[in-house]
């Protein structure tokens, strides 16, 4: 193939990804349904145990996937947050315990060379309690957005309680469920999510 022929079919085949995923966004099926052979991969994953323990695993993974994004955007919202009101350097500034928490846990991650994943981002390190403890050593950039410091940390210290059940593969009961969604619905509505 020449270099101008080359050049083209690339040029054909990002035009056709670019119009492929505003399909796709319309509901438009387009090429290998992914979601399908994902459900498939689980399934097979899953075979080898019993039903119940399956259908249990499931129910959680819903959870443990709003619970994923959730605490992720606390993370989020806190950066994005002290980046606007402290500035780039605002990690320089986390309370020293709070700090040195994290930098711990990271060079243990560090250190753990084999174990593939993110090890940069330092509020990723914190446990989930020291992100409600981080706000509130830091209030006066968020008092604007959240109603109070005790709303914070009431469900803040629930959401950390379930959070840890699930974190250690145990079952919660239906109103578990409910009690998170609610908290998690809450957190949404007060950040404009």
Do not use: C
Request: aromatic share 10%; charged share 30%; net charge negative.
């Amino acid at each position: 193939m020449k270099h101008k022929d080359l050049r083209d079919f690339l040029f054909r085949g990002l035009l056709f990804e670019a119009e492929a995923s505003e399909f796709q966004k319309a509901g438009i099926k387009i090429g290998a349904d992914q979601t399908e052979t994902e459900q498939q991969l689980l399934a097979e994953a899953l075979a080898p145990f019993p039903v119940g323990i399956r259908n249990k695993s499931l129910e959680m993974a819903r959870l443990y996937s709003v619970l994923f994004a959730f605490e992720n955007h606390v993370r989020d919202f806190i950066r994005e947050t002290l980046t606007e009101s402290e500035g780039v350097d605002w990690l320089d500034k986390l309370p020293q315990k709070i700090r040195q928490h994290a930098e711990n846990r990271q060079q243990t991650a560090i250190k753990d060379s084999w174990l593939e994943g993110e090890k940069t981002d330092l509020l990723g390190f914190l446990d989930f309690g020291h992100l409600a403890q981080l706000i509130l050593t830091k209030w006066e950039h968020f008092e604007s957005i959240i109603p109070s410091q005790h709303w914070l940390k009431q469900r803040m210290d629930e959401l950390e309680k379930s959070r840890n059940f699930i974190a250690h593969n145990r079952m919660l009961l239906p109103s578990e469920f409910q009690r998170m969604y609610m908290y998690i619905a809450d957190w949404n509505r007060v950040v404009g999510l």
